[in-house]
T-cell receptor, first 112, second 116 residues
Framework: GQQLNQSPQSMFIQEGEDVSMNCTSS?????WLWYKQEPGEGPVLLIA?????ELTSNGRLTAQFGITRKDSFLNISASIPSDVGIYFC????????????FGTGTRLTIIP | GAVVSQHPSRVICKSGTSVKIECRSL??????MFWYRQFPKQSLMLMAT?????????EQGVEKDKFLINHASLTLSTLTVTSAHPEDSSFYIC????????????FGSGTQLSVL
């Protein structure tokens, strides 16, 4: 099925550094969700965005709903070892259709 | 809140047997649940939409007779992999939309299926 373009595909960063990743689509989305998945587990919802331009934080995580409604960004500040995992964006194009389209994922590795 | 329980977390079965996976929303009701399949280092692939009290809607290429879905109550959906083959080995994840917040989607912890 359709997938969102998510970048970067993988990141290797030093503990304490900030992290930025983004998700882009060729079509407009009305909802953006960001998830984190650890090995052998299901994705955990981090942040939900509902309006263009919306900026929402959850602890050290901040996500933004792009003004064009075709992209979204996730930032993690002062990374720690437990931030390791795969981050997925997900978008919903139509309010009447509840299916989500998932990004390809960004694999984050923290170097001690 | 918004906990989705999925069982079993891991199952090993012989070829030709059937395996049932349960997905329960513990603290909310869900008229809509989704079943995904995930291969190693890949994103989630939607298999089907499970609707409470009605037939599931399957994505293109997913065999409905092989992957039987039953959503008999507002808190339980089951996926049965029938006549399993080694190529069915995968990580299966369910998810649920709370009726009180249909903008969000919460996932179970996944089931790793290995077919010998």
């Amino acid at each position: 099925g359709q997938q969102l373009n998510q970048s970067p595909q993988s990141m290797f960063i030093q503990e304490g550094e900030d992290v930025s990743m983004n998700c882009t689509s060729s079509s407009i989305f009305n909802t953006w969700l960001w998830y984190k998945q650890e090995p052998g587990e299901g994705p955990v919802l981090l942040i939900a965005l509902y309006k263009a331009g919306e900026l929402t934080s959850n602890g050290r995580l901040t996500a933004q709903f792009g003004i064009t409604r075709k992209d979204s960004f996730l930032n993690i500040s002062a990374s720690i070892p437990s931030d390791v995992g795969i981050y997925f964006c997900a978008g919903r194009a139509n309010f009447g259709n509840e299916k989500l389209t998932f990004g390809t994922g960004t694999r984050l590795t923290i170097i001690p | 809140g918004a906990v989705v329980s999925q069982h079993p977390s891991r199952v090993i079965c012989k070829s030709g047997t059937s395996v049932k996976i349960e997905c329960r929303s513990l603290d909310f009701q869900a008229t809509t649940m989704f079943w995904y399949r995930q291969f190693p280092k890949q994103s989630l692939m939607l298999m089907a939409t499970s609707n409470e009290g009605s037939k599931a809607t399957y994505e293109q290429g997913v065999e409905k007779d092989k992957f039987l879905i039953n959503h008999a109550s507002l808190t339980l959906s089951t996926l049965t992999v029938t006549s399993a083959h080694p190529e069915d080995s995968s990580f299966y994840i369910c998810s649920a939309i709370p009726v009180t917040d249909r903008q969000k989607l919460f996932f179970g912890s996944g089931t790793q299926l290995s077919v010998l």
